[in-house]
């Protein structure tokens, strides 16, 4: 079983940039598919929504249309994280973040996923 610690959240104008980390322990990191998730203000946990992923074995990484060319997510195995910068945020990014960690060849469904941190919120002001 892996555990993981989001970091990295904080406000910023739009047009900035933030990178969050997601450190995971307790299992072996290379083996379990990443992805990061965001749930927006007044959405439930159902509607958390898939903005980036990367399988085990670091394949090309998936985004989510409304991220593409501004989202970039990658992964350390020695260091156990998976990152994910963000740039040119706009508003409609404000939500809290999560990593989740899955395992299998299924990676670019939330559903698939069952191990998450704790989230870190990501506020862009206009």
């Known amino acids: 079983q892996v555990q993981l610690v989001e970091s990295g959240g904080g406000l910023v104008q739009a047009g900035g940039s933030l990178r969050l980390s997601c450190v995971a322990s307790?299992?072996?990191?290379?083996?379990?598919?990443m992805g990061w998730f965001r749930q927006a203000p007044g959405k439930e946990r159902e509607e958390r929504e898939l903005?980036?992923?990367?399988?085990?074995?670091?394949?090309?990484?998936y985004y989510e249309n409304g991220v593409q060319g501004r989202f970039t997510a990658s992964r350390d195995n020695a260091k156990n994280t998976v990152y994910l910068q963000m740039n040119s945020l706009k508003p409609e990014d404000t939500a809290v973040y999560y990593c989740g960690a899955s395992r299998g060849s299924i990676y670019v469904y939330t559903w698939a996923y069952n191990y998450w941190g704790q989230g870190t919120q990501v506020t862009v002001s206009s």
């Open positions: 903005v980036a992923a990367i399988s085990w074995s670091d394949d090309i990484p």
């Open positions: 307790g299992d072996t990191f290379s083996r379990y598919n």
